[in-house]
Structures are given as C-alpha cells and as structure tokens.
C-alpha cells in the first residue's frame, strides 16, 4: 500500500505541517497490499490497524481516505489520527489528502469529503493551491483561566473559546513577539482546554505578507506544538476578521517549520488556502 508524507500549508519541503496520507481500497474490492482488516462497517480498516498506523508515522495527523459509491453525498471518506488519538477535524491532512488525490489523477475538480465534522470540500486552485470549506468555529469570550498565564509564559489579553466544534482556546496576546517567544509548560497545558491553545497576536507588519500570527499547543491529544494548524484558522478567522474589518486575511503560523494559512470569512464557513508539498512516497508493508 502506498504512503505518502505531505507538507502541507507550505510551498517548499521541509516546512509547514507534514502529514501521511493513505489512500486505502474502495470497501468490498480486492486489497492490492497489506491486511486492512476492516471495521465492523466494512468502510475502514479496523480503528486499532489505522491507530496503529498513526503512531507509526508519528505526524501530527495521519489521513486515510477511501473513494464512496457513486451517488453517496460525498466523494471520499476521510478520517484522521494524531499519534494517540482520532481527531474530528484537521486542516493540514485534509489539505494533504486533497493534494495526493490531485497530484496522482484520481480527481481533477473540487473533491467531497465526509468526515465526523461533516462534508468537507477542497477545490484545488490553477496555481497548484487548494481552497479547503469547513465550518466556523463560534466564538465565546471567557475569563482568562487561572494559571493560564504562568503555564503559557505570557499574560493573555483575553480568553475564548471555540466551541465544541474546536474544544481549543483562543488567547490573544499583546504582541507578535510574545507569540513567537513562547516557550510554554506543555504539561501544565492539559487542565486550560478540551483539545489545545491557539495563542495568537496581530502582524507587527502587516506589510510583511500575513495579517496575524499564531502558535498552536495540543497536548490532550499527543501534540506539544502543531507546526500549522489548519482548524484553529476556522476560528482565528473570525477572530482576526471582526478585529480587522477585512473577510480575507493571511495568518502565519509561527513555529519552527512555519506555514501560512489564506483564510475568508464566508457566513458559517471558513475558506482556508494553502500549498502542499508531497516529500516522501514510499510503500507500506505491514
């Protein structure tokens, strides 16, 4: 079976958020390699086999995707792993999954994803970009929590939260310096959020080439620090909209690998462009 790294939110290797990518038999064909023992449902190999996948590439997220029946409400089913744990939804692997499918032939249009998150389109771009649709994350403002800021390393301008849909919290902070010079108690991260932090502060120059900065700590589910997370923007868009006056914006996630996000605030959806860059292709044999 063929696996694919993918950075993703980058247009050179060896940045952004590298995700694997396995495009997995279509349910009741013939497995071309490897067991695949399937799920109770038929539509997945079992939730242990992909898990265990998962850890083996040891990325922030792990994809695996197969094509659905023609007249499904969608056109691949699309699921994501972090090394411990399946997550409900991803940026970067959604956009990784897209790429592989685009680069390989298997679709040449916008493509439909069902997810736990819903149906999900990317629709790949003539300059090689792909435009993601996903949901908004609603925005409620809260009190800073207490010790928030002696584990984050930074006293938070304000507190909000995501909502189900995320389970992460937003803090804005006073500047771009102070987002990039975190170096926060991770452990001590665990009790502020259901999934993570996003910590994020405006551009110090917006003629830079991004509007706003961010970093992303997700620990509850096996992540110190997301090189660039593609659903926090779902809700940093919104955030940085209201604040800005402006639908679309361009985010920096600024950690050592780096990536910018495109995002435009549309109603309930979120668009979210970014490149992605296939590194390693190689085969999986267990």
Known sequence: MRIRIVDAFTDR???GNPAGVL???APGSPATSGPQPRDTNGSFP???WLQRVATEVNHAETAFAHPLPPGSEA???LRWFTPVTEVDLCGHATLAAAHVLRSTGAVSGPVRFATRSGVLVAEPHDDGAITLDFPTAPLTEVAVPDRLAEALGAVPL???DTGPQLGDLLVELADEKAVRGLAPDI???VRHS??????TARADDPSGGYDFVSRGFFPRVGIAEDPVTGSAHTALAPFWSRRLGRAALTGLQASARSGLVRTRLNGDRTLLTGHAVTVID???LA
Do not use: K, M, T, V
Request: proline residues 4%; aromatic residues 8%.
């Open 46 to 48: 079992d939730d242990a």
């Open 187 to 189: 452990a001590a991260l």
């Open 194 to 199: 259901e999934r993570g932090i996003i910590a």
């Open 75 to 77: 056109d691949w089913a």
């Open 158 to 160: 304000s507190a909000h």
């Open 23 to 25: 495009l997995l038999d």
């Open 13 to 15: 290797p060896f940045a």
């Open 282 to 284: 190689g085969e999986l």
